[in-house]
């Protein structure tokens, strides 16, 4: 069975930081492209950045330069570390996989199989 948790979120102040964890279990981690998404209510959940099986890395425009996507392969985790966060960062941040080796659209959320729960993310000006 296909696990994905999150963890890591909480509340900052503008321009602090945060660093989400996603443990995936069940699906030969190594295996699968995966992504980080965030929503926020009325809105669409978007793309903020991801790591295809391929080796491509990729980020949305509003977090280049502040966030960076990494995984430990020993601990099948993968790290979304925030850096001078923003109240337009706040949002419920999820964590996703799919078994593909590359994807055109790596921020595209339909490209994607498994979701976690998500965990909240909430930065105060």
């Known amino acids: 069975q296909v696990q994905v948790v999150e963890s890591g979120g909480g509340s900052v102040q503008s321009g602090g930081s945060l660093r989400l964890s996603c443990v995936a279990s069940?699906?030969?981690?190594?295996?699968?492209?995966m992504g980080w998404f965030r929503q926020v209510p009325v809105k669409e959940r978007e793309g903020v950045a991801a790591?295809?099986?391929?080796?491509?890395?990729v980020y949305a425009d509003a977090v280049k330069g502040r966030f960076t996507i990494s995984q430990d392969n020993v601990q099948n985790t993968l790290y979304l570390q925030m850096n001078d966060l923003k109240p337009e960062d706040t949002a419920m941040y999820y964590c996703?996989?799919?078994?593909?080796?590359?994807?055109?659209?790596?921020?595209?959320?339909?490209?994607?199989?498994?979701w976690g729960q998500g965990t909240q993310v909430t930065v105060s000006s």
């Open positions: 996703a996989a799919v078994a593909r080796y590359s994807l055109s659209d790596p921020l595209q959320p339909t490209a994607y199989t498994y």
């Open positions: 069940g699906l030969g981690y190594r295996s699968y492209s």
């Open positions: 790591r295809t099986r391929d080796g491509i890395t």
